[in-house]
């Protein structure tokens, strides 16, 4: 057993604990209710967990840096956008007129096909560089956004609360069919994704490496892309926006296996996304009881914690 | 551009839901007198000095950090202002503007210096990674905000403030923008000297310049503009990154002379893009934050795609 495995074997007895005592602590008398819902919790965050995880490293590798979340490309924008015209449409009927089902689909559909419409915009005039693709798509975000927070102006304050109930990921009320299709795309995507996982190894050599050593770089790049466009759609359908937890998670990973096999790092970082988010859900909901929805107290623990690895380290 | 940016201002002096017209004017009716002196004026300076003070933000810090797609859109500026904004009206409700004023400032002051420390430390000069980060910084910014603002449960509110919008300008409510007046003279006196520093710390020292007290004048200045801008009209995304672009595309590097150019076609823009928000669903309007963010993200994307 090597000192990687075996530290992956103990996040996994700290994650299994964290999860038996967030989903047996003070079950009460209705105890099968409370056995229910805390499942699906569970559910959620493991499906959460993996797509976090995956995406994250993948995309930080293919980027060559640490400071990187996919979220950055957009694809929350999309989300948000979509969520608020049909409040505006719809008003707070919205719900009946698309069913969570209709609604996650759409948006699954509307974020992946907005990363291919990025890539047809960025390949077909030639122009290979990852680094303008983010950007591009940060940009369109950022108008996508300006959209949306007009819309929001609009928008009576009742109807504005059912938009913000969508604008931070939250464990607490989710469809339990959509944890079955969450779970069964996510298979399929999980099951292709980590049997390249080798490939992300040689791809974090960087580009004049990889290609040296026979991989067909743009190929190789736009199946990962897609990978992670998949993964964070899934992902942000399914709870809301994450933004930075994958840049607490993956860095936290980073620290804690130093290692750069992709095999070891991407279930790792699944395994302390799920400590993070069972045991902060935890500590929100029990502990201190708090009316803030977890995923904006992660942004925010993230967002600090980026800023000390930006000031800390020298090379980035 | 002087004579055009007089013409629209003079057409944006009488574009709006009650009537005026020259006559009135001429007849000195009251009124619209009154309408002139304590909206359409008002609103027309502050169009014009916003315009100036964010693309001559954006030229110095372009020049600051060395890197053409550095504006306060992408280096987290303008969600710095919000973030002080929102911490003074969180904790000191009471203490009115000028309070406000120097927490908006100040957070964008510190928060420059963070943007330039990471610029620093990046060691793959990267163009685009630059405004990357800085984008991600400002994405930070905002999380903390949100933060706050989800606990006061002002969501709503703090993204109404937020919009770019000069609709609300009445005479009374918008003299703090003239702070940015003596920042933008500062930094046309400064000129050469950004110039210079434009040029990398080790030449800027090597030709005698005191390299950190010019650059925190810089900071200072661009700090200050921001924060006024941001406090009196709210977020207008993308204009100093789109306005200096073009510009020195045209005219070249040098600060002293095409400082007056950016500034008026910084003014021009504005002005314009306020117009068509004000017709396009008259007698409504859009706000200026979105007209502006949907022409200028479009052009940006097209110096993006053109860039060699």
Redesign the interface.
């Known amino acids: 057993m090597t000192a990687a495995t075996k530290k992956i074997s103990l996040l996994s007895v700290v994650a299994l604990s964290c999860i038996s005592i967030f989903v047996l602590y003070k079950m009460g008398n209705s105890w099968e209710f409370a056995f229910h819902s805390r499942t699906i919790k569970i559910g959620a965050i493991a499906i959460v967990s993996c797509c976090v995880a995956y995406s994250t490293i993948a995309f930080q590798t293919l980027t060559n ?1 640490r ?2 979340t996919p979220s ?1 490309m957009g694809f929350e924008s999309v989300f948000m956008l979509f969520q608020t015209l049909l409040v505006f449409i719809h008003g707070e009927n919205s719900f009946q007129a698309v069913g969570s089902l209709g609604n996650f689909l759409i948006s699954t559909l509307l974020m992946i096909g907005f990363a291919f419409l990025l890539y047809l ?1 960025i390949y077909k ?1 030639g ?1 290979d ?1 990852m ?2 693709l ?3 798509g ?3 975000g ?2 996508l956004n ?2 949306s ?2 819309l ?2 609009l ?1 009576d ?1 009742n109807n ?1 609360f059912v938009v ?1 109930g969508k ?2 990921a939250s464990f607490n009320h989710i469809n339990q069919d959509l944890i079955g299709y969450a779970f069964g795309v996510l298979a399929i995507t999980l099951v292709i994704g980590m049997r390249y996982t080798h490939r992300l190894d040689v791809l974090a050599l960087g580009k004049n490496q990889a290609i040296n050593l026979g991989l067909n770089y743009d190929r190789n790049i736009q199946l990962f892309l897609m990978l992670i466009a998949i993964m964070v759609s899934i992902s942000t359908a399914l709870v809301g926006p994450v ?2 937890l994958g840049l607490l998670v993956s860095n936290l990973t980073y620290e804690i296996l130093k290692t750069y096999k992709h095999h070891l790092l991407i279930p790792a970082c699944a395994l302390v996304t799920a400590i993070v988010l069972v045991g902060g859900q935890f500590l929100a909901e029990r502990v201190f009881v708090l009316s ?2 977890i995923s ?2 992660i ?2 623990v ?2 600090i914690y ?2 000390y690895l ?2 800390k ?4 | 551009m002087f004579f055009a940016l007089l013409a629209t201002s003079v057409l944006s002096l009488f574009i709006g839901v009650a009537d005026l017209s020259i006559n009135d004017i001429l007849n000195a009716d009251t009124d619209k007198l009154f309408i002139l002196s304590v909206s359409r004026f008002p609103r027309t300076i502050s169009l014009v000095l916003a315009g100036i003070g964010l693309s001559v933000s954006g030229l110095i810090m372009q020049h600051l950090t060395r890197n053409k797609f550095v504006s306060p859109t992408t280096a987290g500026s303008l969600e710095a202002a919000q973030l002080g904004l929102l911490l003074g009206f969180i904790f000191f409700p009471l203490a009115g503007m000028v309070l406000n004023t120097f927490l908006a400032f100040a957070v964008t002051f510190i928060a420059s210096l963070i943007f330039l420390k990471i610029v620093d430390s990046i060691r793959v000069r990267n163009i685009i990674f630059v405004p990357l980060v800085g984008l991600m910084f400002g994405g930070i910014l905002h999380s903390g905000a949100t933060f706050l603002a989800v606990n006061y449960n002002i969501v709503q509110d703090m993204n109404a403030w937020m919009m770019g919008d000069f609709s609300g300008i009445l005479a009374g409510r918008y003299e703090l923008i003239y702070l940015s007046l003596p920042a933008i003279v500062i930094t046309y006196l400064y000129a050469n000297q950004f110039t210079v520093v434009g040029m990398g710390e080790d030449f800027s020292k090597n030709l005698g310049l005191n390299y950190p007290v010019v650059m925190g004048l810089g900071l200072f200045c661009v700090s200050l503009t921001i924060s006024v801008v941001v406090i009196t009209a709210g977020f207008i995304p993308f204009l100093g990154l789109v306005v200096p672009n073009i510009v020195t595309m045209i005219y070249g590097d040098n600060i002293k002379k095409i400082l007056p150019e950016v500034a008026l076609s910084g003014a021009l823009f504005l002005v314009v893009c306020d117009i068509i928000g004000r017709l396009v669903i008259y007698p409504f309007e859009i706000p200026i934050g979105l007209t502006v963010g949907i022409i200028g993200g479009i052009i940006f994307l097209i110096l993006l795609l053109r860039r060699k």
Request: hydrophobic fraction near 65%; proline fraction near 4%.
């Open positions: 840096n400071i990187l950055i915009l005039r122009v560089n680094f303008l983010l950007l591009i940060l940009i369109l950022t108008l300006t959209l927070s007009f929001q102006l928008l304050p504005f913000q604008m931070f933004l930075f803030t929805p904006v107290i942004n925010f993230g967002g980026f800023m930006l000031l380290k020298r090379k980035l």
